[in-house]
């Protein structure tokens, strides 16, 4: 399968990354991606950028890098409600936006109320993306949580980072069986995206790719085919 896009990377302005917005597209070009998606970790996250760093994303020029690049966040799931920690204000300015959860900016949770802080969070039409569903240490009912995603047209994401050897992120291969057995069932779209952190890891999607190709995951649900394809999510 041939991918065009990684949507979810991080710069020096997310607190724990090592390369700039222009080494990070670079990279991109040299993996042969057309579109390159930068989502600097929203506020709550220690160590990141602040709330006016967003703002000013407006200035940047997109197609003034090696490949065309989109700027959106990294958001923090931070309640049962689906809070995240930037203002709707600042949200329909970006591209496109992500949620995760984090264990420094939400508390553990049985699973119901995990499962609720996501659907919560999807029914949000700021959010596109729901970020590496994939720790255990936040059990979800991935067939709730996967039908939501389809009503509300939110990609889930595989995320390479969360399945390499230095993931912090426990089960995730696992659970991300569990994830694209109900995202094949409801026939929901999914996004490879490799959370890279340094240049060199910027549209790695190995581990994603092997897990696909071994569940044989329909190809016409993955987006990363075609940028116009992922374009059509996030003009919800």
Do not use: W
């Amino acid at each position: 399968m041939k991918y065009v896009l990684d949507a979810h990377t991080h710069t020096i302005a997310s607190g724990h990354a090592y390369n700039t917005i222009r080494e990070m597209a670079c990279a991109g070009q040299s993996k042969g991606l057309e579109l390159l998606g930068i989502t600097e970790h929203a506020p709550a996250m220690p160590g990141t950028c602040h709330e006016f760093y967003f703002h000013n994303l407006r200035i940047m020029d997109r197609d003034a890098y090696a490949i065309p690049i989109l700027l959106g966040s990294e958001l923090n799931i931070m309640d049962d409600q689906g809070t995240v920690d930037l203002d709707t204000e600042v949200l329909v300015q970006l591209d496109y936006n992500i949620a995760s959860l984090h264990p420094p900016c939400i508390p553990f949770m049985n699973k119901d109320r995990i499962t609720q802080a996501v659907i919560h969070t999807i029914k949000n039409p700021n959010i596109h993306i729901i970020g590496h569903l994939d720790d255990a240490r936040f059990e979800v009912d991935y067939d709730q949580v996967v039908r939501a995603a389809g009503e509300y047209r939110t990609l889930m994401e595989v995320n390479n980072s969360s399945m390499l050897p230095t993931s912090y992120r426990p089960n995730a291969r696992e659970n991300y069986k569990r994830m694209l057995e109900a995202c094949e069932k409801y026939r929901v779209c999914i996004i490879m995206n490799s959370d890279a952190h340094s240049d060199s890891t910027v549209g790695r999607h190995d581990m994603s790719l092997a897990l696909i190709e071994e569940l044989g995951f329909p190809e016409d649900l993955i987006v990363n085919t075609a940028v116009e394809k992922f374009k059509s999510f996030i003009k919800k």
